[in-house]
Structures are given as C-alpha cells and as structure tokens.
C-alpha cells in the first residue's frame, strides 16, 4: 500500500464539508438557458432601439449593430465561463466549460469580424463612399474605434492561436498565456460600445446592466483565479511531504497541509497545482487526487508526459505547493444509480482510484475495470486489491493489447458478457481520449443511457 494509505486512516466516504453543506452546483441545462435568455435581452435592447430599418444602408448597419451586440455580450460569457466560479466547475466540469468555451469563441469572433465589416460596409453605403476611406474615417474620428479595432484584431488572433492546426504546434503554455490578451481585448473594446453604441448612448439603465454584467465578472476573475488561490496557500500551508515511484514514468506526491477538510475536496475532484521551485513556479497543472483528501494530507499521482510532469519526480519534501482548486464535476454526487461501474484506462486511474474508495455502494454494486497496455503500467494494483476485499467491490485489471487479448475488452458485447445488467449502472469513465470516445459509444451500444456516464478528459 502507498505512503498515504498507511499513514492515515481509511476512511469510507470523502470527509464532510467543513460547514457540512452540499457544496452548490449549477445545472448545465439552466446554465445554457440563462445564457440564451442572456442573448434574447441582447437582441430585445437592440429591438427597443430602433424604431425603423431602411435602405441597404440600414440594413447593412443594423446587422452590424446586432452582431456587435452579440460580440459584446459573447465576449464577457466566454470570460465568465474560465472565471473558475465553484458551482460551474462543480456542476458542469472544467472540460465541458472548456469546450463550450470553444465553441462560444469561434462564434464571438466571428461575430466580432462580420461587426466590423457590416458596419463599415453599411455606414460606406448611407455615406455614398467606399469601404476604405470609410474604415479610415471611422477609426481615425470615431471615439474609442481604434481601440476596439486593436481589441477585434487581439480576438481574431487569440481565436486563430486555438484553432487545432495552430494549437497543435505551440506548447500548452505559450497557448495560455496568449490567451491572456482576450482580457486586454474585452477592456479595450469596453468603451466603444458606450460611446458609438446606439442602444447604449442615451439610454441610462442598458449602460447601468451592461457596465454591471462585466463587472460583476470581472470580480469573478479577480476573486477566483488571484485571490482565493493566494488566501489558500496562506490558509493551507501545502508543502510536498514525500514522493513516491508508483511505476515506470509514474510518480505519488504526497502533500501535507493545514484544515484540508475546509476544502471540500471529494474524490473525483481535481486541482491545479503550482510548485514553487525555480523550474515549476511558473506553470499550474491539473491532477486529480488519488486518494481520498484528508484533513492535513493529500495525494496526486502524476504520469511523466512532458517537462512539468517529469519534473515532479524530482520535488524535494518542504517544496511549497499552491493549489487552486477543488474543481471537476466527476463526484459521487452525479450518482443515480445504486450499481456503479468505473472504467480507467492508463492514468486516468487516478480518481477513479480515490471512487473506488469512497463511492457508496453495497457489496457486489461497485466495480471496477482498469485498462492498461502494459502490467508495467499498473498502479496501485495492491491498494486496488485491498480496497475491493475490504468493500466486497468487484476488480477486473485488463492487460494487454487488443491483438494479444483477441479483442477489445472494452467494447459493447465484452461489457455486456461480462456485466450482463450494465444498462442498470452508473459509469465513471476516465482514460485516453481515443479510449473514453470508444469507450463511451460501447457502452451506448450496451444501452446505458448517456446521463448515466459520468466522465473528465484529461485534456482542455
Ligand atoms: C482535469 C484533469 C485532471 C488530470 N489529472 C491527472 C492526473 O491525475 N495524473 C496525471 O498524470 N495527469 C493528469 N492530467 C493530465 C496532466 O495535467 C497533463 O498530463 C500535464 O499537465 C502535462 O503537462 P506537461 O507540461 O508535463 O506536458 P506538456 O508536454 O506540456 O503537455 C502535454 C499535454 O498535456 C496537456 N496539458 C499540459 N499542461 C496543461 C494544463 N496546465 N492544463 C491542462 N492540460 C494541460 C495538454 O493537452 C498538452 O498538450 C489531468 C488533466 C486534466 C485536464
């Protein structure tokens, strides 16, 4: 058994919230639809503005009012998305926040170029004049135009750096530090929309819910991603303990801490962990626990897949240690079944390692299958055996290629042999992308409904 399973007490489910509340999660569906509601009022505020549309001029102009409307209001919901405020990282998971924030930037920057050029197309067109001496015209006499032109130029280009193709080629941190232009882009875009913006020039409550909107997520993002991180490193004190070698490439790091318990942390949950040393102090990575959190220990279990990673073999004990967190919506809390089946592939153990303890389950509901390529690869194999005796809990380790086992383990009718009532259970899944996209069509295929997969990508 590791360091952390010897030392502490094994306890049967996750600690109890210090205040012992369920901590508060939103629901993605009611989040989708305040966001939609959100662009309705938009369109409405431009409705209230304009009494008539006439000419291709207006027309043209018009649209660029809406589509700048909607860039705006855009802008400041993919920034509150990333704001890591708690009851969205709990109830809708930081990759599913991530990849709505995707797919919210590739419309807001469109939106913002057809703005642009819809504006200025439509003001050439009233003007009698051509696009160019009319674009010249209003950056160089319109208030605040410039600005925001630099801010559309700032957006495109952050939109251009996370387009696969380009994120591909760049590392993960130079790709989120650009990202950090968006900011400068929504505060040098602010003012134009005051000054220029028709629905907003003499109308006092629209610029009052306006101006409220980006600031309330402003001090979203002031509180969450700088200040509550710096109040929980002066709070928790977290310095490495020990570190452990789990498997080839596989690391433990073992962190101590004061009141851990007022974290709330669940297994299933994650946190971005920053280490102070001269190498890692720059660059917060997320790792899920894998164990349950106790009140002064935590412990995350880190594969070497490039330099931040493999740096951590090297951590010394008293390396002090700045999480942010918890996040992740993979908990116990998504439950709806009384069966529970975790499928994890490779690393992607972690948290379903700190599941299988924690997970309430009678004995014979909770099994677990865990994938790997090689037996090299197989982590806590012990703490995996014990933890199944002590909880009656099924374990299956699956080694091996899918050549050599003569099949793949994980597909529809190999779930359904070797779990016949699988469409009765809850499923965590966690793994390879390739993995948990096979994974999670095989067990569509076995007839477990999609809200009954619970899963997190390992990737933003
Ligand atoms: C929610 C979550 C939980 C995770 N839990 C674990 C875990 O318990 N154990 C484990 O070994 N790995 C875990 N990972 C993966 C781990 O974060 C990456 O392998 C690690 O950050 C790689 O960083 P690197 O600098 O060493 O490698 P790089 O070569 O820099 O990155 C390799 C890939 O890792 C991803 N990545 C790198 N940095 C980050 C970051 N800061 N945020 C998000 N993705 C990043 C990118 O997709 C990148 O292409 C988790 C990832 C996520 C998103």
Not at 37 to 65: E, M, Y
Not at 186 to 210: C, D, K, M, Y
């Amino acid at each position: 058994m590791s360091l952390l399973t010897r030392q502490m007490p094994v306890a049967a489910g996750d600690a109890p919230s210090a205040g012992g509340q369920e901590a508060a999660r939103a629901h993605p569906t009611a989040v989708l639809s305040a966001i939609a509601l959100g662009a309705l009022a938009t369109i409405w505020l431009w409705w209230q503005n304009t009494p008539s549309v006439q000419g291709l001029g207006g027309w043209l102009t018009n649209s660029g009012r809406i589509t700048g409307l909607l860039a705006g209001y855009g802008v400041i919901v993919l920034v509150a998305l990333m704001a890591r405020i708690p009851p969205l990282e709990r109830g809708i998971g930081a990759d599913r926040l991530a990849r709505w924030h995707a797919m919210g930037g590739r419309y807001t920057v469109s939106l913002v170029v057809a703005h642009g050029l819809l504006i200025t197309w439509g003001y050439a067109v009233t003007a009698h004049t051509n696009v160019i001496s009319e674009g010249k015209s209003l950056l160089l006499t319109y208030p605040n135009v410039l600005a925001a032109t630099v801010a559309g130029l700032l957006l495109v280009g952050v939109g251009i750096t996370s387009a696969r193709a380009a994120r591909r080629r760049l590392r993960y941190e130079t790709w989120y530090y650009l990202h950090f232009y968006t900011y400068l882009a929504v505060a040098l875009a602010f003012s134009h929309q005051f000054s220029t913006g028709a629905e907003f020039v003499s109308n006092l409550p629209a610029r009052i819910a306006w101006a409220g909107l980006y600031a309330v997520v402003g001090v979203a993002i002031l509180w969450y991603r700088f200040v509550t991180p710096v109040r929980q490193a002066i709070r928790h004190r977290m310095q490495v303990e020990a570190v452990h070698v789990e498997a080839p490439g596989v690391v433990s790091v073992i962190i101590r801490g004061r009141h851990l318990d007022e974290l709330n942390a669940a297994s299933g949950h994650f946190f971005r962990w920053r280490f102070l040393t001269r190498e890692l102090w720059w660059v917060s990575s997320p790792f899920s626990l894998s164990a349950p959190a106790q009140a002064d220990r935590v412990r995350i279990t880190v594969k070497d897949l490039g330099d931040h990673s493999g740096a951590l073999t090297d951590l010394r004990p008293g390396t002090r240690v700045f999480a942010e967190g918890p996040y992740g919506a993979m908990t116990a809390a998504r439950r709806r079944q009384p069966k529970v089946l975790l499928i994890a592939g490779g690393v992607g153990i972690t948290p379903l390692r700190a599941l299988f303890q924690t997970l309430p389950a009678a004995p014979g509901q909770l099994t677990l299958l865990y994938r790997a390529s090689d037996e090299r690869d197989v982590v806590f194999r012990h703490e995996l055996e014990s933890l199944a005796a002590e909880r009656g809990a099924k374990l299956r380790i699956i080694v091996g290629r899918r050549a050599d086992l003569g099949g793949d383990p994980l597909s529809a009718d190999a779930l359904r042999t070797n779990i016949p009532d699988i469409a009765e259970h809850d499923v965590y899944l966690c793994g390879p992308s390739g993995m948990t996209a096979a994974a999670t069509e095989a067990l569509r295929t076995a007839g477990v409904p999609r809200r009954h997969i619970h899963q997190e990508s390992f990737a933003f």
